[in-house]
């Protein structure tokens, strides 16, 4: 059993090592702190994605989820990004996830619910349900942690 979990483990780091070089590791890193608009946000898709592990993808969740949260009113920018590529859109939704503060999971749920002034409503249901999907995750994690 040890061995094939060494052989797992092995191969896992391999495939981090030969998509991101500590060289793309520590270009992403610094690139992290410019995540300040969905232009941005995209441009990091681009060239940093494949560092998205560890702390970075933490790092990158609460990025996106300040613009979500603090500037829903420039969705609209996003909804564009998307337009024209939309992994980008399954990269965003892929970063609200349970190490996020609930309370910002909970506006985005309602946000997307009943404030989506976009031409997108698809991008609003899918970051709805993303987060009706993963606020119960949060919920028992918090309940855990005050038991």
């Not at 503060?101 to 698809?122: F, G, L, M, N, P």
Request: net charge negative; charged share 25%.
């Amino acid at each position: 059993m040890k061995w094939i979990i060494m052989v797992l483990v092995f191969s896992f780091s391999n495939v981090y090592a030969e998509d991101c070089s500590q060289q793309d590791f520590d270009k992403a890193d610094m690139a992290l702190d410019s995540l300040a608009s969905w232009k941005a946000v995209d441009g990091f898709y681009s060239r940093h994605s494949q560092c998205d592990v560890g702390y970075l993808w933490e790092g990158t969740s609460e990025k996106i989820i300040r613009l979500l949260v603090d500037r829903w009113g420039e969705l609209n920018e996003l909804s564009a990004l998307i337009k024209r590529k939309p992994a980008l859109g399954d990269y965003v939704i892929d970063h609200i996830g349970e190490i996020l503060d609930v309370k910002d999971v909970e506006k985005i749920r309602d946000y997307s619910a009943s404030h989506c002034q976009i031409d997108s409503k698809d991008l609003c249901k899918k970051l709805h349900d993303a987060a009706v999907y993963i606020l119960p995750y949060m919920s028992s994690q918090y309940q855990y942690l005050n038991n």
